[in-house]
C-alpha cells in the first residue's frame, strides 16, 4: 500500500495544496448554506441520490492518477471481471476528502466494455467525451445500460479536470505566488471506487485493475475495486434498531468520583502549570473576539477588534474559541475564585445568550451550515464542554443555554447525516454524552447517540482488539481524534448498563496504547497520515497535545469504574507530566506537538485545537490527585495539595505535603472535626522501584507493590500522620519505531513517572567506556549538585546532562539518544 499524505490541520491551508490534499474551495465562501455549497442531485446526470462518505488515510483511500500539467490526454482504469458475465450499468464514486469532495472526476469519459478487452472491440455504455461532466462534487453516479454481457469495463478519461485549489491563492502572501503556482496548476483522474452492477451486486469488488502505462498509478490502482465498507459509502447512518428504552436501562452505580471543588494546590508543578494558564486564557483574547462570530452570526454589529483573525481556527471553526476559553476559565473557577476570569465568563455566556435564536439555537455559525468544515462536531463538541464546565463552576444559564440548543438538535434534519458528512462527524459523540450526565441531561441525548452515531461493526472490531479498527477506520480518516468517540462509548455503557460498549472501550484501551502510544505518553496518530501500529516516528511532527488530553479524560472514567485498577492513573500521570505540562509555554501559549528529539516547537496561542484541550486539563489539574469515594479518599498522585470532604457526620481533612518528585518523601497530614471512619487508599505507583513502606504515626503498618493500591480503613483521629517514600528509579526502553539506523540504537530514560531528555544537542552519542550494555548507563548516572532531578553520565560523555522533559524549553535535545559502548577497560 502506497504512503499517505502526510499532513495535519495544523498546517492545512498551507501545505494541504502543495501536498496533494487539497481544501474545499469554499474558505472565501465561509457562510454559505449547505442547499447552495452542494451540487443538485436533481441536475447531475446519472445521479443516485446518494453522496459519498468521506475515506482518506486508510485502506479505502480514493485511486489518484499521476498529474499532468495539461488537461487534454488520455488515462484510464479497465476492470477485469474475470470472465465474460451479464451487467446491466456501473457506479462511479467520487474521492471524499476532509473539506473537498470530487476533486479529479473525469472532464470528459467514456465508459466501455469489452468481451476480449482488445482496444477496438471495446462497446461504449456512458458517452460523456464531447461534452463537460459537471463536477459531481460528493453525488455517487450510475450509469445504466442495455443488459450487455463483457470480461473488461474500462473509465476511458480523455479530459482531466484541474485540481480544486484556486481560491486558496489569496492565503498565500503575494511573493510566494511565483513559486506555488506552478505546483498547483495540474491535472489528474481521481475516483473513489467503480462498481459494475449485475442484480445488485457488484461483479467487480476484489477484481483486477489495469491502468495506462502513461498517467495510471498502478500502485493505488486496486483501489477502484476494493471492498465496500461496513456501512455502506454513503452519507446516511439511521439505525433505529439501535436504540434502547430508558426504562431498559441499568445505569453504573459510580463508587468513586472526582471532586469538582474542595482541592487546594500547595506550590509544585501542578500549581505553577495552574497559574501558569490563567495568564494565558487572560491575554490571549478578550472576551469580545470571541464573542464576534456569534454577533455576526445574529446581525448584531460587531466592536472594533485589532486581532488578527485565524483562517482555519476562527473562521471555520467559529465558536471553538470561546469553548476554549470556557473549558480552561470553568475548570480553573471550580477550584479558585478569580474576579477577573469570573467576570469574562459570565460575560461571554451573556454574550452567547444574547444572541440565542428562538427555537434555542446558540453556535455561533448559522443554522445551514452545519456540515461546513468541523463545525457540526468538533466546534459543537467544545462548546458544550465549555458551557457544561461553566455550569458546573456555578453560572447556571449556561446549563440554561445548552439544554435550549440540544432540544433544537436532538430533532434537527441533518441527523441522518451528522456522522459521516460532518467531518470527523464521531467527534462531536461525547458532546451529547456530556450533555446527558449534566444536571439538565435527558435520555433523549444517548438515545440520538445510538440510532444515528453508534457503528456496531466498529464496537465489535475494537472489542476483538482488531488493529484495523483504528488506523484503518473506514470512514473519513483515522485520527486521535477517535479517542473521543470511545469516550462516547464508555459513557453509553454508563448510562445503559450495556457491556457490548464496555467491551468495545477496552479494545481500544489496549489498542491505543500497545499500538501507537509514544514513550512518555503522547500518541503518534496523526490525521492523514500512515499509522500503521507502533510507526512512531522520531522527525515527523506527532504526538497531539490534544490527544493525550482525551487519553486522560478517557483514564479517569476507566479509574472511577474500575478504581482498583492503577494502571489509569498511571496513564494519567505520564500524560499530565510529560505531555500537558511538557507542552505548556509558560503563559505564552501551548505546543501543538510533542517533539521527542531536535527542539520544540513554540508555543501557540491561536486557538489551536490543542491549545482548547490543554487549557481545559491545566484548569482542571487539581481533580486528579485524589478521588472521593463512599467511605473516604484515595490518594492518586504526589502533587503538594490538600482535600476537603465530608464523611460519616463529619469532615475530612487531608493535607499533602510533597516535594515530589524532587523529593521522594510524601507526608499527609489528617485533620478532622471529631473521631471518624473512613478508607484512605493510597496509589503505589507501577513504576515503582521496590515496595513501599508506609507509616502511620510513626509505626510501619502496611508494606506494598507497585501497581497497587494501599488501604487504612480505622478511625482517624485529628493529627494522624501518614508518611512512605516512593523509590523512584531509571529506566531504559529501547526504541523501536519507523526511524531505525543500522549499528546506532536508541534509548530513551525514564525517572519514575518523567520523561527524561539528553539535552545540548539533538543527536547524541553516549559512549560509555568499558559497558558492554546499554543499561550500564544507569548505575553511571550521577545527581547534578543543586540542580534537582538533573543527571550527568559518569565515566562516559561526561558532558551528557539529562534533565526532565517537562523543563525542556528552547534548547536542543534528544529523548532517544544513541547509546554505545566500547567493551574496552579504561
Not at 288 to 307: A, M, T, V
Request: aromatic share 12%.
Amino acid at each position: 500500500m502506497g504512503k499517505c499524505n502526510r499532513i495535519t490541520r495544523r498546517n492545512l491551508i498551507r501545505n494541504a495544496l502543495i501536498g496533494g490534499i487539497s481544501l474545499h474551495s469554499s474558505f472565501p465562501l465561509m457562510q454559505m448554506s449547505m442547499a447552495q455549497a452542494s451540487v443538485p442531485l436533481t441536475d447531475l446526470p446519472g445521479a443516485t441520490g446518494e453522496r459519498m462518505a468521506a475515506a482518506e488515510g486508510s485502506f479505502f483511500r480514493p485511486y489518484r492518477s499521476r498529474h499532468s500539467s495539461v488537461p487534454d490526454v488520455v488515462t484510464w482504469a479497465k476492470i477485469d471481471l474475470g470472465s465474460v458475465q451479464p451487467f446491466n450499468s456501473v457506479k462511479l464514486y467520487p474521492m471524499k476528502g476532509h473539506l473537498i469532495a470530487g476533486d479529479g472526476f473525469p472532464l470528459r469519459f467514456r465508459i466501455d466494455c469489452s468481451e476480449g478487452g482488445d482496444d477496438n472491440t471495446f462497446q461504449t455504455i456512458a458517452d460523456w467525451s464531447e461534452y463537460d461532466y459537471p463536477d459531481p462534487d460528493d453525488c455517487i453516479v450510475q450509469f445504466g445500460t442495455e443488459p450487455k454481457v463483457a470480461r473488461y469495463v474500462r473509465v476511458y478519461v480523455t479530459r482531466l479536470r484541474k485540481k480544486k485549489h484556486a481560491t486558496f491563492l489569496q492565503f498565500f502572501p503575494k511573493e510566494t505566488l511565483p513559486r506555488i503556482e506552478p505546483l498547483l496548476s495540474f491535472f489528474y483522474f481521481c475516483l473513489a471506487k467503480i462498481e459494475v452492477i449485475s442484480a445488485d451486486l457488484d461483479l467487480a469488488a476484489g477484481r483486477m485493475v489495469y491502468v495506462d502505462s502513461v498517467l495510471g498509478n498502478s500502485e493505488d490502482a486496486q483501489q477502484l475495486t476494493r471492498a465496500v465498507r461496513p456501512q455502506g459509502e454513503g452519507l446516511i447512518t439511521d439505525n433505529p434498531a439501535n436504540v434502547t428504552q430508558h426504562a431498559t436501562w441499568r445505569p453504573l452505580h459510580a463508587t468513586a468520583l472526582s471532586p469538582s471543588t474542595d482541592v487546594t494546590l500547595h506550590g509544585g508543578s501542578f500549581q505553577r502549570a495552574f497559574e501558569q494558564n490563567i495568564v494565558y486564557l487572560l491575554e490571549v483574547y478578550s472576551e469580545e473576539d470571541l464573542l464576534i462570530p456569534f454577533r455576526r452570526r445574529s446581525g448584531i454589529k460587531l466592536p472594533r477588534s485589532d486581532r488578527k483573525t485565524e483562517p482555519f481556527w476562527d473562521e471555520a471553526l467559529p465558536g471553538s474559541n470561546a469553548g476554549r476559553f470556557l473549558m480552561g476559565a470553568a475548570n480553573t473557577l471550580n477550584w479558585v475564585e478569580h474576579p477577573e476570569l469570573r467576570k469574562r465568563l459570565r460575560k461571554v455566556i451573556q454574550g452567547i445568550a444574547e444572541c440565542r435564536q428562538q427555537n434555542g439555537y446558540i453556535m455561533a455559525y448559522p443554522e445551514d451550515s452545519f456540515f461546513y468544515s468541523e463545525r457540526g462536531a468538533y466546534t459543537r463538541a467544545w462548546l458544550t464542554h465549555g458551557l457544561v464546565d461553566a455550569g458546573y463552576c456555578g453560572e447556571p444559564l449556561a446549563f440554561e443555554l445548552l439544554r435550549g440548543y440540544y432540544d433544537w438538535y436532538n430533532h434537527m434534519p441533518y441527523l441522518p447525516r451528522a456522522l459521516r458528512e460532518a467531518v470527523q462527524g464521531g467527534q462531536g459523540m461525547v458532546a451529547n454524552t456530556r450533555m446527558f450526565f449534566s444536571p439538565v441531561g435527558k435520555p433523549e441525548d444517548i438515545q440520538v447517540l445510538q440510532r444515528y452515531f453508534q457503528e456496531n461493526y466498529w464496537i465489535e472490531d475494537l472489542a476483538a482488539r482488531r488493529t484495523d479498527a483504528i488506523w484503518q477506520y473506514p470512514y473519513d480518516r483515522p485520527h486521535v481524534y477517535l479517542i473521543t468517540n470511545v469516550e462516547a462509548y464508555l459513557d453509553l455503557f454508563r448510562a445503559t448498563g450495556d457491556e457490548r460498549y464496555l467491551r468495545a472501550v477496552l479494545g481500544a484501551w489496549d489498542l491505543f496504547r500497545e499500538n501507537w502510544q509514544q514513550i512518555g505518553g503522547s500518541f503518534s496518530i496523526v490525521e492523514l497520515r500512515e499509522n500503521f501500529p507502533k510507526s512512531n516516528g522520531l522527525y515527523e511532527k506527532l504526538g497531539e497535545t490534544c490527544g493525550s488530553a482525551f487519553w486522560i479524560k478517557l483514564n479517569q472514567r476507566l479509574h472511577l469504574i474500575f478504581p482498583n485498577q492503577e494502571k489509569y492513573i498511571t496513564e494519567i500521570e505520564k500524560s499530565l507530566y510529560n505531555v500537558i505540562l511538557a507542552n505548556q509555554g509558560g503563559s505564552r501559549g501551548i505546543r501543538y506537538f510533542t517533539a521527542l528529539l531536535g527542539q520544540k516547537e513554540p508555543p501557540q496561542h491561536v486557538n489551536t485545537c490543542c491549545e482548547g484541550q490543554a487549557t481545559r486539563i491545566l484548569g482542571g489539574l487539581p481533580q486528579y490527585i485524589y478521588t472521593l469515594t463512599d467511605d473516604g479518599i484515595t490518594v492518586n498522585l504526589y502533587e503538594p495539595s490538600s482535600i476537603t470532604c465530608k464523611r460519616n457526620g463529619g469532615v475530612l481533612h487531608l493535607k499533602m505535603k510533597s516535594g515530589f518528585p524532587r523529593n521522594p518523601l510524601i507526608t499527609i497530614a489528617i485533620h478532622v472535626s471529631a473521631p471518624m471512619m473512613a478508607s484512605i487508599r493510597i496509589r503505589v505507583p507501577s513504576w515503582a522501584q521496590s515496595a513501599v513502606s508506609f507509616e502511620l504515626n510513626r509505626e510501619q503498618f502496611e508494606t506494598a507493590v507497585g501497581g497497587t493500591f494501599v488501604t487504612l480503613n480505622r478511625e482517624w483521629r485529628d493529627g494522624d500522620v501518614i508518611k512512605f517514600n516512593l523509590p523512584l528509579g531509571f529506566k531504559l526502553t529501547k526504541y523501536t519505531g519507523t526511524d531505525q539506523t543500522q549499528g546506532r540504537e536508541r534509548y530513551a530514560l525514564e525517572y519514575g513517572p518523567l520523561l527524561m531528555a539528553a539535552v545540548g544537542a539533538a543527536e547524541f552519542e553516549v559512549i560509555l567506556a568499558s559497558a558492554t550494555q546499554p543499561n550500564e548507563i544507569v548505575p553511571r548516572l550521577r545527581a547534578v549538585e543543586g540542580e534537582p532531578l538533573h543527571f550527568s553520565v559518569d565515566f562516559g560523555s561526561t558532558d551528557v546532562k539529562f534533565i526532565p522533559y517537562y523543563e525542556v524549553t528552547d534548547q536542543l535535545f534528544s529523548c532517544f539518544p544513541i547509546i554505545k559502548t566500547t567493551g574496552l577497560p579504561f
